[in-house]
């Protein structure tokens, strides 16, 4: 598994925003938007591209197209945060929701939505998932999508505890498929509680007013 933490100051800017606890709702969503368009940048800065003949109203000319569009795997409900930048980005990709609770006692992960398609053969795929704690849920996703067949996994996140990037190490270490975590900031790490700190609180919470 591969992480990146990327450090454009625009990026610091607005996590910096998002992290402010007095940061309303709308414009916290509209700030974790903005965001998730430069990780999407960065996300897809190597992703394969096929030459293309064309015509310009001027002349013939060569260029080049993206070889498959990645498959965009929110998870609920705080991924929904991410999507729109992504469709934007990416608009002729596919969506497949899939949604997992965490038990606040154990912090263990359980599935209660999953419709990632029968095959991934030969699909790049792209999670969305604004934080990364202890890792476990991301950690079963990302192993259902290696299952099916994805060659690789890039996971798109505003911050991550190095608690939940060394759950991902040992759970993916296995794994056929190439992961790619790339996040904005990485905090020292979890409470007792297994929130990210300091992190930016519940981003779902955050992103829709409620619990």
């Known amino acids: 598994m591969r992480l990146t933490v990327d450090p454009h100051p625009l990026l610091a800017d607005l996590l910096c925003r998002i992290r402010d606890v007095n940061t309303p ?3 916290f969503a509209a700030l974790v938007d903005r965001a998730a368009t430069l990780l999407l940048v960065r996300a897809t800065a190597d992703i394969p591209v096929v ?7 001027l002349a013939e000319a060569r260029g080049e197209r993206l070889a498959q569009d990645p498959l965009l795997v929110p998870i609920l409900r705080a991924g929904l945060g991410m999507l ?8 002729e990709s596919a969506v497949a929701f899939v949604g ?3 038990d606040e006692r154990t912090a263990e992960p359980s599935w209660y939505l999953d419709a990632l398609p029968d095959s991934l053969a030969d699909t ?12 476990g849920t991301l950690g079963d996703v990302i192993t259902r999508i290696s299952e099916l067949g994805a060659p690789t996994v890039t996971v798109l996140s505003l911050i991550c505890a190095p608690e939940g990037i060394e759950a991902l190490r040992r759970s993916t270490a296995g794994l056929a498929c190439e992961v790619h975590v ?9 409470d007792s509680n297994n929130f990210i700190s300091p992190g930016l609180g ?10």
Request: charged fraction near 20%; charge should be neutral.
């Open 84 to 91: 729109a930048a992504a469709n934007r980005m990416l608009p």
């Open 124 to 135: 790049p795929v792209l999670i969305l998932e604004p934080m990364i704690a202890t890792g």
């Open 182 to 190: 790339i996040v904005a900031a990485s905090d020292p790490g979890l």
């Open 51 to 57: 030459p293309v003949d064309l015509r310009t109203p």
């Open 202 to 211: 519940d981003a779902g919470d955050r992103l829709f007013g409620a619990g």
């Open 25 to 27: 709702p709308s414009t």
């Open 100 to 102: 997992l609770r965490r």
